[in-house]
């Protein structure tokens, strides 16, 4: 037996939830306190899996890692530059930020091909471009990217694809690197505003991240700062969904909702009742749902992170809706399950048809990546009877105490352990 979650479905949701920080930030912020010489606190840390391998990761390193469920206290002055090309960066898709941060601090890094969830191909081309932009000769062997630069110069740097971790890493390379970087067709998710703040805390001279050019002028050291996170947009989503799905009433706190613009909108197309504040957002379950057709864009775009848990959501509209994802054409692999749960879809190339509406019941379903288990989770929420869903550890890597949140507001739901897994 495999740990499982279990939700005893058709529970009404009441109360508040408290968002944590950026899962999507953090998984770069850690990397990026390498780089500085000293000290790096950062705060509102979720407590996910993803935060804890970084960590170990760190330590492997040798620096040194203090923190508790929400702050960590980043010491990287023992640092070296050892080789990573197996074991915990496998772990997770943002390992690929430790290229960018050790060829900066070092000129020289192995680390190998990044885990994380299989959405398809993920190609890292255009992180590879700008490391060699830069100047570093960039090689793949037996799995493993091996980096290496005499020196990192500034270059202009055009990404043919709009991409939150290339940019990211590119801004992590150049901060040291001499002279002037300047890169076109930039990401501009707010993770990527927050990464070169902590950058600028840190003493790197960044302009203009948030926009689709970035320019970068290298310095010859980063001290240590203190950073507090920016709140986790996809978390802050997720939750929204799960109101609108069985809330009577559910105040999602600690939220930028100008972030949430793509998510909000839909919502509110589909009739779901939202009050917006300040830093949290009041949400309701609707009377009637109406259809709506969905496409995944680039920021400020509807996130592709949240296309699968809205899929679910959608399985309750009168009507027929169509998702498609145009960053990640095979992220559907919740269709499937959602299937046994009774949903009913049509699903193609990068797009599925949802049929609604139509009631869902319990069954045994497997989480085969993150938000495919939020998707999943919502589902269960929704459903008449009992859920199963393994494929556990997917969830843990992005959802802090995912349970205790969810319990707080009034579902029922359980972490099943596997009687092997028991200590
Ligand atoms: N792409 C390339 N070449 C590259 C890089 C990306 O072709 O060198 C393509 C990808 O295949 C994809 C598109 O460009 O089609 C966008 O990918 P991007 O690089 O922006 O994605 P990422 O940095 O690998 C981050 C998040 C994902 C999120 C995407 C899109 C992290 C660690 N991951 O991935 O988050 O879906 O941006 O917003 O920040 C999640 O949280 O569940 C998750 C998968």
Same mark, same amino acid.
Request: hydrophobic share 45%.
């Given at each position: 037996?495999?740990?499982?979650?279990?939700?005893?479905?058709?529970?009404?949701?009441?109360?508040?939830?408290?968002?944590?920080?950026?899962?999507?930030?953090?998984?770069?912020?850690?990397?990026?306190?390498?780089?500085?010489?000293?000290?790096?606190?950062?705060?509102?840390?979720?407590?996910?899996?993803?935060?804890?391998?970084?960590?170990?990761?760190?330590?492997?390193?040798?620096?040194?890692?203090?923190?508790?469920?929400?702050?960590? +206290?980043?010491?990287?002055?023992?640092?070296?530059?050892?080789?990573?090309?197996?074991?915990?960066?496998?772990?997770?898709?943002?390992?690929?930020?430790?290229?960018?941060?050790?060829?900066?601090?070092?000129?020289?890094?192995?680390?190998?091909?990044?885990?994380?969830?299989?959405?398809?191909?993920?190609?890292?081309?255009?992180?590879?471009?700008?490391?060699?932009?830069?100047?570093?000769?960039?090689?793949?062997?037996?799995?493993?990217?091996?980096?290496?630069?005499?020196?990192?110069?500034?270059?202009? !740097?055009?990404?043919?694809?709009?991409?939150?971790?290339?940019? !990211?890493?590119?801004?992590?390379?150049?901060?040291?690197?001499?002279?002037?970087?300047?890169?076109?067709?930039?990401?501009?998710?707010?993770?990527?505003?927050?990464?070169?703040?902590?950058?600028?805390?840190?003493?790197?001279? +960044?302009?203009?991240?948030?926009?689709?050019?970035?320019?970068? !002028?290298?310095?010859?050291?980063?001290?240590?700062?203190?950073?507090?996170?920016?709140?986790?947009?996809?978390?802050?989503?997720?939750?929204?969904?799960?109101?609108?799905?069985?809330?009577?009433?559910?105040?999602?706190?600690?939220?930028?909702?100008?972030?949430?613009?793509?998510?909000?909108?839909?919502?509110?197309?589909?009739?779901?009742?939202?009050?917006?504040?300040?830093?949290?957002?009041?949400?309701?379950?609707?009377?009637?749902?109406?259809?709506?057709?969905?496409?995944?864009?680039?920021?400020?775009?509807?996130?592709?992170?949240?296309?699968?848990?809205?899929?679910?959501?959608?399985?309750?509209?009168?009507?027929?809706?169509?998702?498609?994802?145009?960053?990640?054409?095979?992220?559907?692999?919740?269709?499937?399950?959602?299937?046994?749960?009774?949903?009913?879809?049509?699903?193609?190339?990068?797009?599925?048809?949802?049929?609604?509406?139509?009631?869902?019941?319990?069954?045994?379903?497997?989480?085969?990546?993150?938000?495919?288990?939020?998707?999943?989770?919502?589902?269960?929420?929704?459903?008449?009877?009992?859920?199963?869903?393994?494929?556990?550890?997917? !969830?843990?890597?992005?959802?802090?105490?995912?349970?205790?949140?969810?319990?707080?507001?009034?579902?029922?739901?359980?972490?099943?352990?596997?009687?092997?897994?028991?200590?």
């Amino acid at each position: 037996m495999e740990n499982r979650l279990v939700i005893n479905g058709g529970k009404r949701l009441s109360g508040k939830v408290v968002v944590d920080g950026a899962k999507n930030s953090a998984v770069a912020l850690i990397p990026a306190a390498i780089l500085a010489d000293s000290e790096v606190t950062i705060e509102g840390l979720p407590d996910i899996s993803d935060v804890h391998t970084l960590y170990d990761i760190v330590s492997e390193l040798g620096g040194s890692v203090k923190y508790d469920s929400q702050t960590a +206290i980043i010491d990287p002055s023992a640092i070296v530059d050892m080789p990573l090309p197996n074991g915990n960066v496998k772990k997770l898709r943002a390992s690929y930020y430790l290229m960018g941060a050790l060829l900066g601090k070092f000129k020289k890094a192995v680390v190998g091909l990044p885990g994380g969830c299989y959405l398809g191909p993920r190609p890292i081309d255009q992180h590879i471009k700008g490391f060699e932009a830069l100047g570093a000769t960039v090689t793949n062997e037996q799995g493993a990217i091996y980096l290496r630069a005499e020196k990192l110069r500034g270059a202009r !740097i055009y990404m043919d694809v709009v991409s939150v971790g290339a940019t !990211i890493n590119i801004m992590l390379a150049a901060v040291l690197a001499e002279g002037k970087t300047v890169i076109e067709n930039a990401a501009k998710e707010p993770e990527i505003i927050d990464v070169a703040t902590l950058l600028s805390n840190m003493g790197a001279n +960044i302009k203009g991240a948030g926009t689709d050019t970035i320019r970068i !002028i290298g310095v010859p050291n980063l001290h240590g700062c203190h950073h507090t996170i920016i709140p986790d947009r996809i978390e802050a989503g997720t939750y929204m969904i799960a109101a609108a799905a069985m809330g009577d009433g559910v105040e999602i706190q600690n939220v930028i909702p100008d972030h949430l613009e793509g998510i909000t909108a839909k919502l509110a197309e589909m009739g779901v009742p939202l009050e917006i504040s300040e830093d949290s957002i009041f949400v309701k379950k609707s009377t009637a749902f109406k259809k709506v057709d969905v496409k995944t864009y680039v920021y400020p775009g509807f996130p592709t992170d949240l296309q699968q848990p809205f899929t679910t959501l959608l399985t309750q509209a009168e009507g027929d809706s169509i998702v498609t994802d145009t960053i990640y054409p095979s992220r559907f692999k919740h269709v499937a399950e959602l299937m046994r749960m009774g949903g009913q879809f049509k699903q193609n190339e990068r797009t599925a048809v949802i049929y609604g509406k139509t009631p869902l019941s319990g069954a045994r379903v497997i989480a085969t990546d993150l938000r495919a288990g939020a998707a999943l989770v919502i589902a269960g929420l929704l459903a008449e009877g009992t859920t199963e869903i393994l494929g556990v550890e997917h !969830i843990e890597r992005g959802y802090g105490n995912i349970i205790q949140k969810l319990s707080a507001l009034g579902a029922d739901i359980y972490k099943e352990i596997a009687e092997s897994n028991l200590a």
